[in-house]
């Protein structure tokens, strides 16, 4: 199996679902280490770029990386915004001339999305970021990328996890890193919005 434009589409309106069920949570998140916004930012993006996708029909992986891309970066008024839209962009550039992405692809196409947030943000593992989810859960794809449902389903976990011990971290980057020390004791926002990125990806998938 290969993740065609079928399942990437699909893949970005479970990532619109997901958020829109957590919207409340994500808001409550950043409301503790930053302004508040990071739920109704990632409702708004998620929603334009499904939308975009599903108006403008892309046929290649490189037109679909755009479609969401864009959307995220011109509705995202927050740092999310350049970053996510930096992630599908580069995603989308890795899989230029294709129409669909096989599991080493498409472990190719998640490492240059992801390799574009570190450039984008500077953000290192262990800066309280969504890299401590992004990052563990492209190793963890690659690790098993032959097999694309079992891999992405171990990258939603890494995912997860990376997340999950945010909280424990001080932030070095983004708005929650003025708080210093303060920072310690909550999960970073953005590193939850990524964990339901790849556990779209991974239903995506599945089905
Ligand atoms: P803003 O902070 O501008 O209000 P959001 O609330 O939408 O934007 O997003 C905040 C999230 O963005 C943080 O929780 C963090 O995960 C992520 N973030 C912020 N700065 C960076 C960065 N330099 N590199 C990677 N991720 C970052
Ligand atoms: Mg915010
Ligand atoms: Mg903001």
Same mark, same amino acid.
């Given at each position: 199996m290969a993740a065609d434009i079928t399942a990437l589409t699909r893949w970005v309106a479970l990532f619109r679902d997901?958020? %829109?069920? #957590?919207?409340e949570r994500l808001t409550a998140l950043?409301? =503790?280490i930053g302004d %508040?916004?990071?739920g109704a930012n990632m409702a708004r993006g998620t929603m334009a770029a499904a939308a975009n996708v599903a108006e403008t029909r892309p046929k290649t992986v490189a037109e679909f990386g755009k479609a969401v891309g864009m959307a995220l970066v011109s509705s995202i008024g927050g740092a999310s915004g350049p970053l996510y839209g930096t992630f599908f962009l580069r995603l989308g550039t890795a899989g230029d001339g294709l129409d669909e992405l096989d599991g080493p692809a498409l472990a190719r196409a998640l490492r240059a999305g992801l390799d574009g947030v570190?450039?984008?943000?500077? =953000?290192e593992p262990g800066d309280k970021t969504m890299i401590d989810a992004l990052a563990p859960a492209v190793?963890?794809? /690659?690790?098993g990328a032959d097999d694309i449902a079992a891999a992405a389903a171990a990258a939603a976990?890494? %995912?997860? #996890?990376?997340?999950? %011990?945010? /909280?424990?971290l001080v932030a070095r980057r983004g708005r929650a890193s003025y708080l210093g020390e303060r920072s310690a004791g909550h999960l970073d926002p953005?590193?939850?919005s990524?964990?339901?990125l790849f556990e779209a990806l991974a239903d995506a998938l599945a089905e």
């Open positions: 997901r958020i %829109a069920a #957590e919207q950043d409301s =503790a %508040a916004d990071h570190v450039s984008r943000g500077r =953000a190793a963890a794809f /690659e690790a976990r890494a %995912a997860r #996890e990376g997340s999950d %011990a945010t /909280e424990a953005g590193s939850v990524s964990a339901l």
